[in-house]
């Protein structure tokens, strides 16, 4: 028999919730004993629980919940198992290489009607995401990798417009897939607190023989999050927004993180907000102008600084256009 023959004969008499010497596999299946340990290691490597007691009574066994589970996937949990691949992979996933592998094993041993079924299931699903540089898709398998096993990194890192800070160590906690944008949260110690990164701008990553434990029930999402949106309990100025619109418009508009977090009253064609105020001079103006003039502002402050972002913005554009006109432009 080959090796993954003997590997599933192995489990199935494993299955059978008795412990098993390494002797009696092999003189069960008529193999050689070092065959059997090597089969196991196998095993144990592919995720099978498998428990080795030592002693007279020793022997192999499996975790009795695994045993009692089947070994089989049904059409719906393929089907999910499919889709959810597609979108790892589009999002610039770091084990997409080894998650493609296991869709291989799981069409591998499909008949042709299963075959037939997740083809037809997986050419059925598109994802769209920005495409991710491979360098990139490295840094979060060695970050990912880091979290995972409490490793320090050594990281250089961009700040934006290509100014670099000094080389830092990093205790990356976890990764987060946001908005198109792989992030990493962790503690740094140039800052000497923990923060968020873009993976990104990350110029460079190398191991260091430090060591960190992760604070207890921390949670990389919310960390990001709660540096995004506002505090309830800060002091930053709000400004309260209402919004009347189409209805369809409002359901767009209320889906963005930010307007999300901060609705606190909702009608069919109406929407009323708790913005920061810095919010509105800056960021939201510029969110907001795609819906031209299907939107009825009802804040004073809000209203100016759009008016203030059309200007320059007419202003840039009538000077594109001058320039054309008078043979400057390119």
Same mark, same amino acid.
């Given at each position: 028999?080959?090796?993954?023959?003997?590997?599933?004969?192995?489990?199935?008499?494993?299955?059978s919730?008795?412990?098993?010497?390494?002797?009696?596999?092999?003189?069960?299946l008529?193999?050689?004993?070092?065959?059997?340990?090597?089969?196991?290691?196998?095993l144990?490597?592919?995720?099978?629980?498998?428990?080795?007691?030592?002693?007279?009574?020793?022997?192999?066994?499996?975790?009795?919940? *695994?045993?009692d589970?089947?070994?089989? *996937?049904?059409?719906?949990?393929?089907?999910?198992?499919?889709?959810? @691949?597609?979108?790892?992979?589009?999002?610039?996933?770091?084990?997409?290489?080894?998650?493609?592998?296991?869709?291989?094993?799981?069409?591998?041993?499909?008949?042709?009607?299963?075959?037939?079924?997740?083809?037809?299931?997986?050419?059925?699903?598109?994802?769209?995401?920005?495409?991710?540089?491979?360098?990139?898709?490295?840094?979060?398998?060695?970050?990912?990798?880091?979290?995972?096993?409490?490793?320090?990194?050594?990281?250089?890192?961009?700040?934006?417009?290509?100014?670099?800070?000094?080389?830092?160590l990093?205790?990356?906690?976890?990764?987060?897939?946001?908005?198109?944008?792989?992030?990493?949260?962790?503690?740094?110690?140039?800052?000497?607190?923990?923060?968020?990164?873009?993976?990104d701008?990350?110029?460079?990553?190398?191991?260091?023989?430090?060591? *960190?434990?992760?604070?207890?029930?921390? @949670?990389?999402?919310?960390?990001l999050?709660?540096?995004?949106?506002?505090?309830?309990?800060? @002091?930053?100025?709000?400004?309260?927004?209402?919004?009347?619109?189409?209805?369809?418009?409002?359901?767009?508009?209320?889906?963005?993180?930010?307007?999300?977090?901060?609705?606190?009253?909702?009608?069919?064609?109406?929407?009323?907000?708790?913005?920061?105020?810095?919010?509105?001079?800056?960021?939201?103006?510029?969110?907001?102008?795609?819906?031209?003039?299907?939107?009825?502002?009802?804040?004073?402050l809000?209203?100016?600084?759009?008016?203030?972002?059309?200007?320059?913005?007419?202003?840039?554009?009538?000077?594109?256009?001058?320039?054309?006109?008078?043979?400057?432009?390119?």
């Open positions: 028999m080959t090796k993954a023959d003997n590997m599933l004969s192995i489990l199935w008499l494993l299955r919730g008795k412990r098993v010497t390494a002797k009696q596999l092999a003189e069960e008529e193999i050689h004993v070092r065959t059997v340990y090597r089969c196991i290691d196998s144990c490597a592919s995720g099978v629980p498998i428990i080795a007691d030592s002693g007279p009574n020793g022997g192999y066994s499996i975790l009795s919940h *695994f045993a589970s089947p070994l089989i *996937f049904d059409a719906e949990e393929q089907k999910g198992l499919i889709h959810a @691949s597609i979108f790892a992979k589009e999002a610039g996933y770091p084990y997409s290489d080894a998650l493609a592998r296991a869709m291989d094993k799981l069409k591998h041993y499909a008949n042709e009607k299963q075959l037939d079924h997740l083809e037809r299931h997986s050419s059925g699903l598109s994802v769209i995401y920005p495409p991710i540089d491979g360098v990139y898709q490295a840094y979060l398998q060695t970050l990912e990798e880091a979290a995972g096993q409490g490793r320090t990194l050594e990281m250089v890192y961009e700040r934006g417009k290509g100014g670099q800070t000094p080389s830092r990093f205790d990356p906690y976890g990764i987060v897939y946001w908005k198109g944008s792989w992030y990493t949260v962790g503690y740094c110690g140039y800052r000497q607190e923990t923060r968020n990164f873009r993976v701008r990350i110029r460079s990553l190398a191991e260091t023989d430090g060591s *960190f434990e992760r604070p207890l029930a921390f @949670s990389a999402k919310d960390h999050l709660s540096s995004l949106l506002l505090d309830p309990a800060g @002091s930053a100025e709000l400004e309260t927004v209402g919004i009347k619109a189409k209805e369809q418009v409002l359901n767009e508009l209320c889906r963005h993180w930010l307007f999300g977090h901060a609705l606190v009253e909702r009608k069919p064609e109406e929407a009323v907000f708790r913005l920061e105020r810095s919010t509105l001079q800056t960021y939201v103006p510029y969110f907001l102008m795609p819906y031209s003039t299907g939107l009825q502002i009802d804040s004073e809000l209203v100016l600084q759009m008016k203030n972002a059309s200007a320059r913005m007419l202003a840039h554009y009538e000077a594109m256009l001058t320039e054309k006109k008078s043979g400057k432009g390119v």
